[in-house]
Structures are given as structure tokens and as C-alpha cells.
């Protein structure tokens, strides 16, 4: 549905919140819902004691396989919905399921058979104000984002600038296009 252009690929280098390494720190600063994107932050997420409202896994970290604690860790068969997204890419199947998990009654892990990567961007989208998008920030630690509406206007002016029909990206998340 969407792909990243290459001059739009140094606007990701820096974080878009706080980089944390500590992950009860995080939580004690982090608004909820929250929602994990990345295998490793949701391990740690996890191993502090929170279950994030949505998270997104790949069963990868900086393009290698995580190691079999992490994957064991985040093995669980409940509330799972398997999705498939290239790299460089947001595939509406993506977009469906993560709008579509945030309202869940329910943790739900979204395991993502591709990569993972840009789902931070939708994310802030569809998760209410006062919430926080969690993501890894290699090298540095765990960023959280602070669910603002001045947050969604800057994930929406990236997601305006990929290639693809935004519009009905915008549509299936549930954000006025």
C-alpha cells in the first residue's frame, strides 16, 4: 500500500521521543495504552511486567533472527494475528489489523511475516492521545512516543510523503483522509 522512498529514509535516524534503557523507567513515564513495536522492546516490556496493548514482531532485530529467549518469551498462541508487510513497505493488511488492535478488548500481538520497521508511524495514528508508541532505537535503547496530536501530525506528514495511495491508508486506519 505504501513504501518508503530512499529520500525520505534519513528522516528515521533520529528518534521521535525519549530513548530509554530501562524499561521500568519507560513504563513509569510511558501513558497507556502502549503499544511495542519491535521483538526486543516488547521482550523488555515483558520482562518489567507489562503486556503492551498491541505488539509487533518479526522474530528479528537489526535484520538478524532474535535470539531463542527473546523468541521462546514471545511465543504465546493467545490473541496473535499473523499479517504479511515487505521491508520499506506498510501493507494494508498492516494497517487493517493494527487499527483493528488497538481497539481489542485484549493484548494482541501482531506477528509480522516481512518487517516491522515503519509501523511506529501508523501506530501513533490510531492510538488515542495520552498514549505512547514504543519502538527500538539501535544502539541507543527503547523510544517512546508520546501519543500527542502534535506527534500524529508529524507521523501523518511522513506517511503523506511515502508512495502509495495514502488516502486509503489513512481510510483503513480509521484517520480522517
Not at 513497505?89 to 481489542?104: P, W
Amino acid at each position: 500500500m505504501l513504501t518508503l522512498p530512499d529520500d525520505l529514509r534519513g528522516s528515521f535516524k533520529d528518534p521521535f521521543g525519549d530513548v530509554y534503557e530501562d524499561a521500568d523507567a519507560l513504563l513509569a513515564d510511558a501513558g497507556r495504552p502502549i503499544v511495542a513495536v519491535g521483538d526486543v522492546v516488547t521482550y523488555h516490556l515483558r520482562q518489567a511486567g507489562h503486556v503492551p496493548a498491541v505488539a509487533l514482531v518479526d522474530g528479528r532485530t537489526e535484520r538478524e533472527a532474535v535470539d531463542e529467549a527473546i523468541s521462546d518469551a514471545l511465543a504465546d498462541p493467545e490473541h496473535r494475528r499473523a499479517v504479511e508487510n515487505p521491508p520499506g513497505a506498510i501493507s494494508e493488511e498492516l494497517l487493517a489489523t493494527l487499527a483493528d488492535a488497538v481497539d481489542a478488548p485484549e493484548p494482541i500481538t501482531i506477528v509480522v511475516d516481512g518487517e516491522e520497521d515503519l509501523a511506529a508511524l501508523p501506530a501513533v495514528l490510531v492510538t488515542p492521545a495520552g498514549g505512547t508508541v514504543v519502538y527500538g532505537q539501535p544502539g541507543e535503547g527503547m523510544v517512546a512516543v508520546a501519543v500527542t496530536p502534535d506527534a500524529k501530525a508529524e507521523m501523518r506528514s511522513l506517511l503523506e510523503q511515502m508512495t502509495g495511495d495514502v488516502e486509503a491508508a489513512l481510510t483503513t486506519l480509521g484517520v480522517d483522509a
